[in-house]
């Protein structure tokens, strides 16, 4: 009988952690980047729509500790109204029609942060972010200093500008060497952004089932 309840328990124990949603609901803040632009987020639990018209903004939510060690990422989205191809590693004119912010730091740096807003993470010189894209004049896949982070972010392209609708998984650990070198340390939030104040242009689109495992 220790044989086969040793085999199980090694299977279990090897067993990637079970994917868990996050919820568009409470928690979730806006950051606005100055008093007059601010996207339009509907919240709807599994969902969310986003309208962007002329302006930009960022919704952000932390993540628990139980989510910390999260590794892959996965996402439904859409985009029926979209912005011009733009160049997104230039500052100024880099409209996108969605991004996906995932932001990790170091553990001591993490519990220090705990109930900070965003723009204090993306500012933490220890903060790393990733952000996918659906926008940009960029093929799929390309990996893009930030021109507002510096050496703290990197942008990864899943989807030109355009319209239409997909289902992505992303391999954040992968990413993150790709992008700084380094494993990542802890995933302490996520944030979605629109932006289309740049180009006067306007995004319609939404976000489904946003799972972390």
């Known amino acids: 009988m220790k044989g086969p309840v040793l085999a199980v328990g090694l299977a279990l ?8 949603q996050i919820p568009f609901a409470a928690g979730w803040t806006e950051q606005r980047f100055s008093l007059l632009s601010s996207n339009d987020y509907r919240l709807n639990g599994d969902s969310l729509g986003v309208r962007s018209d002329g302006t930009v903004s960022l919704l952000w939510t932390p993540l ?15 985009v029926d109204r979209s912005v011009p191809a ?15 912010y995932f932001v990790f730091l170091p553990e001591a740096a993490a519990r220090a942060a705990t109930g900070r807003g965003v723009r204090a993470l ?10 996918y894209v659906w926008g940009g004049a960029h093929a799929r896949g390309d990996l893009l200093a930030s021109p507002y982070l510096g050496a703290r972010g990197k942008t990864l392209i899943l989807r030109p500008a355009g319209t239409g609708s997909a289902s992505e ?4 650990a992968a990413d993150h060497r790709r992008a700084f070198g380094t494993d990542p340390a802890r995933l302490v939030g996520v944030a979605v952004s629109s932006d289309s104040d740049d180009t006067g242009s306007a995004v319609l689109a939404r976000i489904d089932r946003l ?3």
């Open 13 to 20: 124990a090897a067993a990637p952690a079970p994917a868990q």
């Open 64 to 78: 628990p500790p139980a989510l910390w060690s999260g590794r892959v990422a996965a996402w439904d989205w859409r």
């Open 86 to 100: 733009t160049d997104l590693a230039r500052k100024g004119g880099d409209d996108r029609n969605l991004s996906l």
């Open 122 to 131: 993306l500012d933490n010189p220890e903060a790393r972010v990733l952000m």
């Open 169 to 172: 998984r992303v391999d954040l």
């Open 211 to 213: 799972r972390i495992e």
